[in-house]
């Protein structure tokens, strides 16, 4: 096995082209409940601050991104962005016996996140109901350093007009998310913010919706 920084690859084509095939094999095989994430994704992969994919010989095992592309504060990165593990090398049933984000891309991304000067870099998980999982992410990752769940659930969209000036967040329901984040440096001169609503607040509003969302999700 190996992970292999695409974007600073001298066979970066090569890998661009492998992202891109595999890509193309999603939309038309994968039933992944996030499948349409990565539909194209290659045409948009020079925008991460880096791209990684972990490889079996020349199989895809599994990649994903570091991310603001202007998307969330200049001091702050999103880790484990698109994300996506070839069906041939995921976990089965309750058991987990490789943890490909939490071994190999969180680190990375993590050394990546403090050479670019970010000061914090997040991870963010889709539902309330899924909580618990944000929960035993953040004990799994937290023995390598200091990990914080945000007791909120966080907005990890943004809404931009034609010029992309920034309008807003998005506040559609898949938006709010549980989010945990880690300081990069050991001194940082403002706090970590994204826009956030109360577990109270999302769940009068979204109550009824995060259920169909959990079904479609499963």
Known sequence: MKIINILESPDYPKHKENLKNVCAWIEQNDNHRNAKNYYNL?????KFDSFEIIYDDNNIVAFSGLWNNGH????????ST??????????RGSKRNVRWSEDWFIPYEVDKAIQ??????????ELLMRRRSMQDL???????????????M??????????????????????????????????IDREFELPNISIAEYNQVYASTQKTRLQRLG
Not at 42 to 46: A, T, Y
Not at 72 to 79: I, K, L
Not at 82 to 91: K, L, V
């Open 42 to 46: 290659d045409q948009v992969v020079d």
């Open 72 to 79: 969330y504060p200049n001091n702050t990165v999103r880790c």
């Open 82 to 91: 698109r994300t996506y593990y070839h069906p041939d090398y995921r976990n």
């Open 116 to 125: 670019l000067g970010y000061d914090y870099a997040f991870i963010s998980i």
């Open 138 to 152: 953040v004990n799994y990752i937290s023995e390598d350093r200091n990990w914080i769940l945000h007791d909120n």
């Open 154 to 187: 966080c907005n990890t969209c943004r809404q931009h007009n034609d010029t992309g000036k920034f309008i807003g967040v998005n506040k559609d329901s898949n938006c709010w998310q549980n989010v945990c984040y880690t300081p990069l440096k050991s001194v």
